[in-house]
């Protein structure tokens, strides 16, 4: 059995390893072996030589993301398991080998006991992003791992983790293919075509999270005005106009988004119904005189940090007090939040408190989350990262 650098936690800093939460703080720390480096495998013991788990070690407030509670060599094989039974999981979902969709999440960090990894599936393509070191070091036997589980139905492997590469360790070169050379992709979700740039794409390309959440929006969209904020590719837009919307307003700020949404229009056939409007969220809800049938409000996150909280606050209630200003009597106000810093509680709050400015009668329709392909760890509720409301304003 491999054996690997020790992290020892003080007296009874062990608890919350017993309760199976998979990160571990530095204030819990009491020594580390010497030479230990940002992204190396540790094993981690109790103040009483106990084995605890084995996970990757960083620098940072949390110094060890565990990825399994049992000693094991962490290998290829390890690997393989842990994409065999993400897969697994997937497959009871019933989005592989789905007749309408052929995108969906492979791997959600945590809620798959892999902190610190994603991998998203679009087609024949998979696209793997690292959000630790640990992770981004054991990108070649991931990619190992992915081919074996999918064999010859996976072409292309693209790795994306340059927000995880300090200066003395660029050397990892975290944007670069695994398999293939594929960077772009037309893939279908609940029989709509969306195109993918990997590397140009936030995120891995697409907002999958959203799956459930769009298709809820084309149910209530037939014949109605629509307006798309902070829209990207046009995922919310694409769904409303599959499910008849009179029209459709996209609104971003970024060119890119703009050229990928007018192209999604046009792969789906929708162009007649669909504007974009390059703008500034915010100066486009409080400048506009239209009114709308439907508002969707899905801004990137705020607070990334518990630090800009405060701040993100603000910008969530002053959002969601315009968006609730343009949607007609009896509209409805689709509205999120991804920021994990910010729960589901103190982001009811905040639109609460935005309702009020308003002075209009709103009730809560539906409350929403991440679809099943981004579980939710139940040892880890900071993995139910995306908040969502739907209102109705009269």
Known sequence: MQTYPAVTLKPGKERSIHLKHPWIFSGAIQSVEENIREGDLSEVYSSIGKYLGTG???????????????????????????IQDALTVRKK??????????????????GDNLPGLIADIYSDCAVIQ?????????????????????GNRLHSIYLKGADTVSDHDSVLNPERFLLGNKTETE???????????????????????????????GFFAKGKKVLNTFSYSGGFSMYALQGGASEVHSVDSSARAENWCMKNA???????????????AFDYLKKVNETYDIVVLDPPAFAKHLSAVKNALTGYRNLNTEGIKKVRKGGLVFTFSCSQAIDKELFRKVVF?????TNRKVRILYQ?????????????????YLKGLVLMAD
């Open 56 to 82: 990757h070690y960083h620098e940072g407030s949390i110094k060890v993301r565990l990825i399994t509670f049992n000693r094991c060599n962490i290998d290829e094989s390890f690997w393989y398991q842990a």
């Open 93 to 110: 979902t019933g989005l592989v080998d789905c007749p309408n969709t052929n995108v969906y999440r492979l791997i959600h960090g945590e």
């Open 130 to 150: 690292t959000h630790s070191m640990g992770m981004l070091r054991s990108a070649e036997e991931i990619g190992a791992g992915l081919r074996e589980v999918y």
């Open 187 to 217: 893939v279908t979700e609940n029989n709509i075509t969306f195109y993918v740039n990997f590397p140009e794409g936030q995120k891995t390309g697409f907002f999958i999270d959203q799956r459930e959440n769009r298709k809820l929006l």
């Open 266 to 280: 046009v792969l789906n056939h929708f162009n007649d119904r669909h504007g974009f409007f390059r703008s500034d």
């Open 353 to 357: 408190q935005a309702a009020a400015q």
């Open 368 to 384: 929403l989350s991440q679809g099943p392909d981004h579980p939710v760890n139940i040892f880890h509720p900071e993995g139910e």
